[in-house]
């Protein structure tokens, strides 16, 4: 995967394409259904290649408290002459090491949160029966 980064990067800079990329990204988000979908596609470099990525959050059917993650890549380099599949190959395997790196941050971030919201619970909790709080009638 390292090398195929660095091929990308070389070839980039071939092209001329700056370090930063630009995209365009819409999400939808449909609480009756309890899904979003978030759709980017690349502007830069559009004219010599097409990248549209598609991931659908969606609650599990059977469980609730579970969230399904579908997540589709589409890359067109058919304008490149020469190795289009080529250089599809290096996009896909981008795509693959940098998904993967994208769903280990969300179960990161996921798991901090439920830390935290432990950690308020115990803690509102120490601080009700500290004061009394739910022990009876206060007095005056």
């Not at 978030?38 to 290649?49: A, E, Q, V, Y």
């Not at 769903?103 to 909790?125: F, H, P, S, Y």
């Amino acid at each position: 995967m390292y090398s195929n980064a660095i091929r990308l990067l070389a070839v980039s800079q071939l092209l001329g394409m700056d370090e930063c990329c630009y995209i365009y990204e819409y999400s939808t988000v449909n609480p009756k259904s309890k899904s979003m979908t978030l759709k980017s596609i690349n502007l830069s470099l559009s004219s010599l290649m097409s990248v549209e990525e598609t991931l659908r959050y969606q609650q599990h059917p059977e469980d609730s408290q579970k969230t399904l993650l579908t997540q589709e890549a589409r890359i067109d380099a058919s304008t490149l002459l020469g190795a289009p599949s080529y250089f599809e190959g290096l996009v896909a395997d981008s795509f693959t090491t940098n998904s993967a790196k994208g769903r280990e941050a969300i179960e990161w971030v996921c798991k901090k949160i439920n830390t935290e919201m432990q950690d308020l619970a115990a803690g509102a909790q120490s601080f009700v029966a500290g004061i009394g709080l739910g022990q009876g009638t206060p007095t005056s």
